[in-house]
């Protein structure tokens, strides 16, 4: 597949040097960030799934430390108390092996709990009775059900089958806009006809799409 203008002029020292910029600026986000989208896409996957057309495989592209993939793990975890037999599978990948391994141990500093309600944070985290005070754990039936690999977000991805959603909050926004419309439409060649790609509250409306509301798209 031939390369976008955009991707071909992109300057390979500042590319190298971007995911860790990214990296720098996401550090912040706590658990649920921006809920609403969270929200939304709970509501379609609930929808989905009462219509017998399940949205079941989920990637969460530049997954930074995995918080989204966790957020997105508990937003469907909620969903799925309410809707008996909703399944689902989440992959988290990041560019960066350090973020990869924090992502795996499912530690962080509580402040990444803080604007959360307080029956969340029971339900899906733990506080170490030897670790800081200043830190929470993810619960293992929440870690389990998260998988995470090493990827860059400018290289192909290896997929055994489309995904139904992808989730790229964090990455696309920080990149020339040329950069990032050819970046969300190479994710979208990763999504099931009908696929849903959630970006950033920042990212500008992706073509090729339809806009569901804060920041969703619908592949058309």
């Known amino acids: 597949m031939q390369k976008s203008s955009a991707e071909n002029t992109f300057c390979p020292g500042l590319r190298l040097e971007l995911p ?6 996401s550090a912040n986000h706590g658990f649920l960030h921006d809920s609403r989208q969270f ?21 969460v ?26 399944g689902f599978s989440i992959l988290g990948t990041d560019f960066l092996p350090a973020n990869l391994g924090q992502a795996v141990r499912g530690v962080y500093p ?10 969340l944070t029971k339900r899906y985290f733990l506080r170490s009775r030897t670790a800081p005070d200043d830190l929470v754990r993810l619960r293992p039936g929440v870690r389990s059900r998260v998988s995470f690999r090493c990827q860059d977000i400018f290289e ?15 990455v696309l926004h920080h990149f020339h806009p040329a ?42």
């Open 156 to 170: 192909s991805f290896s997929l055994r089958e489309p995904m139904d959603v992808i989730v790229c909050r964090q």
């Open 39 to 59: 929200d939304l896409l709970a509501e379609i996957v609930a929808d989905h799934h009462r219509h017998g057309e399940p949205l079941a495989s989920f990637l």
């Open 20 to 25: 860790y910029l990214v990296d720098a600026l």
């Open 110 to 119: 509580a402040a990444t709990v803080r604007n959360l309600p307080g029956a």
């Open 61 to 86: 592209a530049g997954c930074d430390r995995g918080i989204d993939a966790y957020s997105l793990c508990i937003a469907l975890l909620e969903e799925a108390a309410r809707l008996p037999g909703l």
């Open 179 to 220: 950069l990032a419309t050819a970046l969300a439409g190479r994710l979208r060649s990763y999504l099931s006809p009908g696929g849903i790609l959630v970006l950033g509250a920042r990212m500008s409306r992706a073509p090729g799409f339809r806009h569901l509301g804060h920041a969703l798209y619908q592949a058309v």
